[in-house]
């Protein structure tokens, strides 16, 4: 099976509409960059933010539970990212990104 291949078998998984805040670490210090994670599934998630990724770019990312003060916690992970284009609404893109690693 090719990387394309499992790529189209990934996005067949079943995938979970969030709407939560997630917070994206990038390399080098900068500074947070904070977006919405718009959908997650078994491997990976949909982010939209204002930073324009590069492909494969890898970065921390915390994905905030819907109802601070619950007993849920935040998902902290590692991901790369594997698609990116830019949304009508001026400087916001979407990104699709692969978790890498769950950090906690």
């Known amino acids: 099976m090719n990387a394309m291949d499992r790529m189209t078998e990934r996005r067949r998984d079943r995938r ?7 917070g994206i670490k990038l390399k080098g210090g ?3 960059v904070v977006g919405t994670c718009v959908e997650l599934g078994v491997g990976g998630m949909t982010i939209h933010s204002t930073h324009v990724p590069q492909m494969d770019e890898v970065f921390e ?9 619950g007993a849920w916690q935040a998902l902290h992970a590692r991901v790369r990212v594997r698609r990116c284009h830019g949304l009508p609404e001026g400087g ?13």
């Open 30 to 32: 900068a500074a947070l």
């Open 16 to 22: 979970i509409p969030l709407g939560c805040k997630v």
């Open 92 to 104: 916001l893109y979407e990104m699709g990104v692969e978790i890498v690693e769950v950090i906690k």
């Open 61 to 69: 990312i915390a994905v905030l539970p819907p109802a601070p003060g």
